[in-house]
């Protein structure tokens, strides 16, 4: 079961980090507010109303289309890396002292340094237990 999701998380992540480089535009034809086509990968396909051609008196007049082509465009991004010389110096020192603190968690005590060594042990005036008759059983 554990392998199982594994391998789908990295699929998962793998998608994600596609989907999210990858570029791409979606044409679209409208006649008026329906829409007659769309398109990822190639160019759309008009209705053949974009112009409406009258005469009158002979004379050519073009009216307003009804037909709109929109486009949307979805960009990818281009770096996925942040260059360490891009960070503030906070940032920087931050991650310098996270690093050195992270690495000295896993470091052994020298136990051959004895810290109370220079130090005299308490004087002893009385026995403390037999002053006050509290002996363990």
């Keep these: 079961m554990k392998k199982l999701v594994h391998k789908f998380v990295s699929v998962l992540m793998a998608a994600v980090v596609l989907l999210t480089t990858m570029s791409f ?3 679209m034809h409208y006649c008026g507010d329906m829409l007659v086509d769309f398109s990822i990968v190639d160019q759309v396909k008009s209705c ?4 409406v ?6 004379l050519d007049i073009t009216q307003k289309s009804c ?8 960009e990818g991004t281009d770096n996925m890396k942040v260059s360490f010389d891009q960070l503030s110096f906070d940032q ?8 050195y603190s ?3 968690l896993f470091k052994g005590i020298n136990s051959t340094k004895i ?3 220079d130090y005299a042990p308490p004087f002893v005036k009385q026995d403390v237990q037999v002053l ?3 002996f363990l059983i």
């Design 25 to 27: 535009s979606v044409d």
């Design 48 to 51: 053949g109303m974009e112009k």
């Design 53 to 58: 051609k009258t005469d009158c008196d002979n």
């Design 67 to 74: 037909c709109t082509d929109t486009q949307l465009i979805v």
């Design 92 to 99: 920087q020192i931050l991650i310098a002292s996270f690093t």
């Design 102 to 104: 992270y690495l000295n």
């Design 115 to 117: 810290s109370f060594k």
């Design 132 to 134: 006050h008759q509290s």
